[in-house]
């Protein structure tokens, strides 16, 4: 799942960022509402976990702006220590959820599990290419019936090749999408785990569902190849 992290206390937001990447999760960062809503307004995230008290434009403020647009990313906001008005009006401006700070982080990636799969209604559960089935609900994959055991990150390179199934997706989607907007390493990255993926879901099936499109992508199959 893709997460954005609204929070201006940096060395928590880096925290954060750190320990839902280890997670597998693909993580951006704002440090202001504003920033925070431009970047829930041109990314499409499946969660954001969202502070009240931010420079620029307050969380409430965001979530109702948010909300109003038509985002139906799941929100998680966070609140004071016992603000039970806090929480009220959390929910009154749209959040799915609420956690007071200070926080367990444990508690904060099971709280976005859950809400990642109570808000994962809004999307298709399964995704469909002839006999390759992607469930994202189970993080679940099978050709035919039979299971293929992928990596957090090959499953999330997967479901976002599988989403566009039929076009050719660029390696800065992928990147995007699975990584961050801001990733700066080797974009090579990308390439390895097409390959292992191709590996796992076509090589043992005697399929070729997965192409490399010289210059400009990757392509699923729609039919499954």
Request: aromatic content about 6%.
């Amino acid at each position: 799942m893709r997460v954005l992290v609204v929070e201006d206390e940096r060395r928590l937001a880096v925290a954060l960022q750190r320990g839902l990447q280890s997670e597998g999760f693909s993580v951006d960062v704002a440090h202001d509402g504003l920033q925070g809503l431009w970047m829930a307004t041109e990314h499409d995230y499946d969660l954001i976990v969202l502070d009240i008290m931010l420079p620029g434009l307050n969380g409430y403020r965001v979530c109702a702006k948010l909300r109003a647009a038509g985002n139906e990313s799941g929100i998680l906001m966070l609140t004071a220590k016992d603000g039970e008005y806090d929480e009220a009006e959390a929910l009154d401006t749209g959040a799915d959820d609420f956690l007071s700070k200070p926080f367990s982080y444990l508690v904060l990636v099971a709280r976005l599990r859950a809400l990642g799969r109570r808000t994962g209604r809004r999307r298709p559960q399964v995704v469909r290419c002839g006999d390759l089935v992607i469930d994202p609900a189970r993080r679940s994959c099978a050709r035919g019936g039979a299971e293929i055991r992928l990596t957090a990150r090959e499953f999330a390179v997967l479901e976002c090749l599988a989403r566009r199934a039929g076009e050719v997706v660029p390696k800065r989607d992928i990147l995007e999408q699975v990584w961050d907007s801001a990733f700066e390493g080797d974009p090579n990255v990308v390439e390895v785990h097409v390959s292992a993926v191709r590996r796992k879901i076509d090589a043992p099936f005697g399929r070729a569902a997965l192409e490399t499109v010289r210059g400009a992508g990757y392509r699923l199959a729609a039919d499954g190849g």
